[in-house]
């Protein structure tokens, strides 16, 4: 079984900053195969992309409402991928899902982890 999990999520003050990581477990996926992101559910909202980075990591992009504040990175030695967050803002807060996509085998999804920013 696939496994992904996010880590780093909590409450902070807006303007403050979060780093989220995700791991992946290296028996089943190693990222190095796949194209890594980030998305985020607000309640009552839809799944919002975050930013995606492809396999080397030189190449990322982000959405339009966090480009300029969040920067993406993965290491793939790690099997890790990291979400750095600043300026945070009471928008940004929702659950944010680390997603790994294959060509092939197609998408993976971790659990979450709660990213609350207060006013």
């Known amino acids: 079984q696939v496994q992904l999990v996010e880590s780093g999520g909590g409450l902070v003050q807006a303007g403050g900053s979060l780093r989220l990581s995700c791991a992946a477990s290296?028996?089943?996926?190693?990222?190095?195969?796949?194209?890594m992101s980030w998305y985020r559910q607000a309640p009552g909202k839809e799944r919002e992309f975050v930013a995606t980075?492809?396999?080397?990591?030189?190449?990322?992009s982000y959405g339009g409402s966090v480009k300029g504040r969040f920067t993406m990175s993965r290491d793939n030695a790690k099997n890790t991928v990291s979400l750095s967050m600043n300026s945070l803002k009471p928008e940004d807060t929702a659950i944010y899902y680390c997603?790994?996509?294959?060509?092939?085998?197609?998408?993976?999804w971790g659990p979450g982890t709660q990213v609350t920013v207060s006013s």
């Open positions: 997603n790994a996509r294959h060509s092939y085998y197609g998408d993976y």
């Open positions: 290296r028996r089943t996926l190693s990222i190095s195969s796949y194209a």
């Open positions: 980075t492809d396999l080397s990591g030189r190449s990322t």
